[in-house]
């Protein structure tokens, strides 16, 4: 069964063309796992190999591109037709003499499209250098254009049932922090925690179960702390020591990211001086978060609250976020900085992340929120606040 009706699925065909007709573009390669997914449904992890979901202007359904044994998956999660599934056989798979590209691009010719002004997404992680080299090989009439970002602009500005998918990820979030946070405290080992929170990001509640996210739960304690984006060790959590959780529940591939700071005992002077500056931060981003205003006016608010405390932020304060496969949930769209002039509209998604790294240390406390018709809401329900594990009074929380 497709998580969206028809008419959704065309609607969103009929938005991409439109960016394509703007653009001067007649053939639209979309490899991007989440754009693909976004137009037709598919919903496999086969982005590992070469894949595409092929957009002609002037025809009324997509083809579906890939590995032989990959087919059966487009036909049962997505709405093409049979007959717009094609397969191309095993010797193409990561072998030296023959590339994908070349059996896509002999398919376009005996279709018609070998002449033709065609984009492809040159800028993400599923397509490479090769494959765009082979391609133009295949197809010397053709004229090449970069759509890298055409379908992820599209998809910022999210629908009713797209927002209701991101609320029960949201649940999933908030008991995936719960159960994390409870699992703390000295002696237990970093991997059991990781381990905890995969678990019931994957269970889900009792109601609805969850998916794999795009990035795994990001788990840096102690002097790592002053360090994003790193995951687990297996070295037992000691008393003193900080530990950042920055998670997201998943559900139907859209994501919704929760990032909170725990420590294990008191915490240290640092914490107990930031926290109140990034909470006081976040509450005015989020009450200036509205249609018409602009992401950079969004860190222009943060900045100048953190800075009547003396502190800077030197990377982005977050970006829009909601359907996406590993290795990433974010979108590749807008971003919360400087100079970036997206504004703001209803039903637009982003997760904020105003972190502050130093030297030996750091803090994350996030939000991902819905730009509504009057304002911003949260997705998730979990405290804002600095957590304590206390070894005297396990589970008390600071503000």
Known sequence: MLPFDMVEYQQRLMNTKKRMMDNGIDVLLITDPANMNYLSGYDAWSFYVHQ??????????????????????ARVTTWLYDENVIAYPDQYVQSETHHPMDFIGTILKQIGQGN????????HYYFTAKALERLKRSLPDASFLDATSMVNL????????????????????????TKGVESIYPGVRECDTAAEIYYHIVKG??????????????????????????????????????????????????????????????????????????????????????????????????????QAHGYEKEARLGYSVGLNYPPDWGEHTASIRKGDHTVLQPNM????????WFHT???????????????SERFTAYPQE??????????????
């Open 52 to 73: 595409m979901l092929v957009i002609i202007i002037d025809e009324p359904q997509p083809l579906w591109i890939g590995r032989y044994q990959d087919s059966n998956g």
């Open 349 to 356: 998604t982003f997760h904020l992340i105003p972190a502050l």
């Open 386 to 399: 600095l957590i304590v594990r206390d070894s005297l009074n396990l589970g008390g929380q600071i503000s």
């Open 154 to 177: 599209v998809r910022m500005i999210k629908s009713n049932q797209e927002i209701e998918y991101m609320r029960k990820a949201a649940q999933i979030a908030d008991l995936a922090m």
């Open 361 to 375: 240390d750091g803090i994350e406390i996030s939000e991902t929120f819905r730009v509504t018709e009057k304002g």
């Open 205 to 306: 509640t009792p109601e609805f179960g969850g998916e794999y996210p795009a990035i795994v739960p990001l788990l840096p304690t102690g002097d790592r702390t002053s360090i994003p984006h790193l995951t687990w060790t297996d070295r037992p959590f000691s008393e003193g020591s900080a530990v950042i959780i920055e998670l997201a529940g998943c559900y139907k591939r859209y994501h919704v990211p929760l990032a909170r700071t725990v420590s294990v005992g008191q915490p240290n002077e640092r914490l107990k001086q930031v926290a109140p500056v990034v909470l006081e931060g976040i509450q005015a981003v989020l009450e200036k978060a509205k249609p018409g205003v602009t992401c950079g006016e969004l860190e222009e608010t943060w900045r100048k609250s953190i």
């Open 116 to 123: 033709r002004r065609i984009g492809v997404e040159m800028d």
